[in-house]
């Protein structure tokens, strides 16, 4: 991307400065009425931001790892500081465009709460040994609606709901807010540049052709996901809905979208089985909680302090994690009556 001078960079900012107000999301039910009015009372969405950040959901992402995590390092990201990044890259862009800033907030702080241990290796393992599909975006939704308040959920609402299902893989669709489809780019400029960021503190060596991709958007993480914001803006203005496909920046971004993946595969390369093998096997014989839902609730942290004891797997240990409170709390009959699916209840 060419050098922009301070005056060039105001004028292409300013142009683009509330471009897609007209199309700002106002409002949006919930999926349940019997939300009593003090918990009711204000903006919507600065409700469901703040009834987010309260969850033990939350709580749970800063023992589960972004791409790698050390504990001697404590500037490689988790899954929390990714999410908080991208709660601050959709706030600019939202902001900048006249969206609304509190529902873009709220999708972001959410989309990442259905992670489970060791990250989309981890959905793999789950998806295997349920022989159906099984994914972090789903699962969001699931903890959000049938596990979170000892099973009674947030209470969230459709706009905020709808915006952590699609921020990833295949569910975008036309009836998405435009907020959504912040988040939905927010999430990916947020972790590309920062996963970068976090191989350099890695040492590790990228492919040629990554590196001088990643440079074409700038020369640090912050250059870099300012100058790809202001493409983003630009070419939404343009286009009069919330869009980066089409732009030289776009398909730019796009390539480096493929060679990171490529270099993920390498960065992480572990077979999860030995991990997650016992603990499924245990909560199989239990019958309190389903496996795929209790592995669902269990955090990297709370998976290597229980293998890693070196003696046989206990139920005691299991109770002793965050997954013991919920238990507890909430009828085995519940648990077992949730799904691994959407249900956003339209």
Known sequence: MKTINNKELHARIVATQSGLAHLKTEKSHRRHAWEDDFHSIGNPFVRDFRAIFQSKAWRRMSGKNQVASSPFDSHLRNR???????????????EHLGLNVYLAQAISAGHDIGHVPFGHQGEHYIQKKLGS?????VMGTVIAQSVERTGHGLNLTLATLDGMYRHSGSNAAE??????WVVRYADKVAYLFADYNDF??????????????????????????????????????????????????????SRLRKL?????????????????????NLFDRSKVIPPWLG????????VSRLLGEHRALRWK????????????????ENLWQVEPKLDLNW
């Open 175 to 180: 009836c998405m807010t435009p907020e959504a």
């Open 80 to 94: 929390e500081t990714h999410v908080v990044e991208v709660i601050g890259c959709s706030s600019q862009i939202a």
């Open 260 to 280: 990171m993946y490529y270099e993920y595969e390498k960065v992480v390369e572990q077979d999860v089985s030995a991990y997650l093998d016992p603990i499924w």
């Open 295 to 302: 592995i669902s609730l269990l955090t990297d942290n709370d």
């Open 133 to 137: 599909d099984f994914t972090h975006e």
């Open 317 to 332: 240990a299991i109770m002793e994690t965050g997954l013991g409170e919920i238990i507890k709390k909430i009828p085995s």
């Open 200 to 253: 350099g503190r890695m040492q590790w060596r990228c492919q040629p052709e990554l590196i001088d991709t990643m440079n074409w958007f700038g020369h640090s993480q912050r250059d870099r996901t300012c100058r790809t914001v202001m493409a983003l803006c630009e070419e939404s203005v343009s286009a009069g809905r919330v869009i980066f496909e089409n732009s030289e920046p776009a398909k730019k971004f």
